[in-house]
């Protein structure tokens, strides 16, 4: 891969140890995929910042990298808890004290102190075209597909060596020959709810594994379906992109329908009691917590309920007095934190119940939880009911 002399400077050390391991990891990425060269980037998203995930070996990793300063925007995927509430929770001393060290390193780079895996509510939106490096599969799918934006779907560390260096390796999605369809995926269901969003995703993403798809008949009208698509989407493949445009081109056809929904929910689809509710896989938007919020009509008793969001979107809903109107009525509203990347059975939970395909896909095969996947809307109307059940 063609180097600039700057760049081959950086390589062998001249700015320091960080800068050279960051280098490092760009050139090796860069050459397996047969990159010319590195590109400017205008932004960066770290993923892979959980301790539970990512233990000593990956702590270690980042306090090295913390030697250096961040070169572009760069925001941060979830912890493994709410830095704050962790002690709510049940998280260990010993968990929160390497969690607490990671996010001092990243504040150390300059990291902004996001803590979401949808950065693009909290002002990390990139405009079309521009080129980034963006870890969380989530957010790759939505800014490649909603936003237009080109990233490849990055690991934690490419994505950190990439902010550091301020430059991605080009290939991949950051060439536009790389950005044409490559199946047709004809949807014949209408989903009603962002969890019927988020199962379409998960069954395209199920179906063809790879590749771009070119969706047609799905009609995705606000940024929270945009969210719940591009997240199943992620969790069942590895789609980092999809295209929602029509564009004339022959090319060999899927074909969704309603039976085919029907089939993918019963694989979540757990008759229990839960033991815990969980809403915000991708962290919750305003308008998720508003409608939640209205919602429920009263203080919900004997069920953990949990919604998770992003700081940002947090303090506009405190603003607001929806953060204080949900806890009145039972519902824990956590920020910085994802549910797949903690410890949730050691918390005492084994029944989930989730409106996305997302967390319950990675609740069952990473954690073997119990889980039903369904709408918010009969969540909410299921548990009060059997709360008024004698
Ligand atoms: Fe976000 Fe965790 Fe879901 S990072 S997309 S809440 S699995």
Redesign the pocket.
């Known amino acids: 891969m063609y180097l600039t002399k700057e760049e081959e400077k950086a390589l062998e050390g001249e700015y320091g140890e960080a800068i050279a391991m960051a280098m490092r990891i760009l050139v090796t990425l860069g050459e397996m995929n047969n990159a010319e060269r590195l590109i400017k980037i205008n932004s960066a998203h770290v993923s892979g910042i959980s301790y539970v995930n990512i233990g000593e070996e990956g702590l270690e990793f980042i306090l090295k990298m913390a030697e250096a300063k961040v070169k572009v925007r760069t925001t941060c ?2 912890a493994c808890m709410d830095l704050e509430r962790w002690r709510d929770l049940g998280i260990s001393e010993h968990i929160a004290e390497g969690q607490l060290r990671i996010a001092e390193a990243l504040r150390d780079m300059n990291i902004e102190e996001t803590f979401t ?1 949808t950065p693009y509510f909290v002002g990390n939106r990139p405009s079309k075209d521009s080129h980034v490096s963006w870890g ?1 599969s ?1 957010a790759v799918v939505f800014a490649n597909t909603f936003l237009e934006a080109r990233t490849n779907r990055e690991g934690g560390p490419s994505a950190l060596a990439s902010a550091i260096v301020g430059k991605t390796p080009l290939y991949g999605l950051h060439l536009e020959e790389n950005r044409r369809p490559t199946v047709r995926v004809k949807i014949e269901y209408t989903p009603s709810s962002l969890c019927d969003y988020s199962m379409v995703g998960y069954i395209i993403g199920y179906r063809i594994q790879r590749g771009i798809p070119l969706v047609e008949g799905l009609k995705v009208q606000d940024e929270d379906q945009a969210k719940a698509f591009s ?1 199943g989407l992620a969790a069942a493949s590895n789609v980092s992109m999809a295209i929602l445009k029509p564009q004339p081109q022959p090319l060999e056809v899927v074909e969704i329908d309603e039976k085919e929904v029907k089939e993918y929910y019963e694989r979540f689809n757990i008759h229990e009691k839960p033991d815990l509710i969980f809403i ?4 919750c938007s305003l308008e998720e917590l508003m409608y939640v919020d209205l919602l429920i009509k009263k203080p919900l008793k004997g069920v953990e309920f949990w919604m ?1 969001t992003s700081r940002g979107v947090y303090m506009k809903a405190k603003r607001r007095g929806i953060i204080d109107s949900l806890e009145s009525k039972g519902v824990k509203v956590l920020k910085d934190m ?4 903690t410890k949730i059975r050691d918390m005492g939970y084994e029944s989930v119940w989730t409106n ?1 395909s ?2 319950a896909h ?1 609740l069952k095969l990473l954690h073997g939880v119990k889980v039903r996947l369904c709408s918010i809307k009969s969540i909410v109307s299921s548990i009060t009911k059997r709360a008024n059940t004698p």
Request: glycine share 6%; net charge neutral.
């Open positions: 995927n979830p895996c969380e989530s997240a915000g896989c991708p962290h998770c994802c549910i797949v990347v996305s997302k967390a990675y």
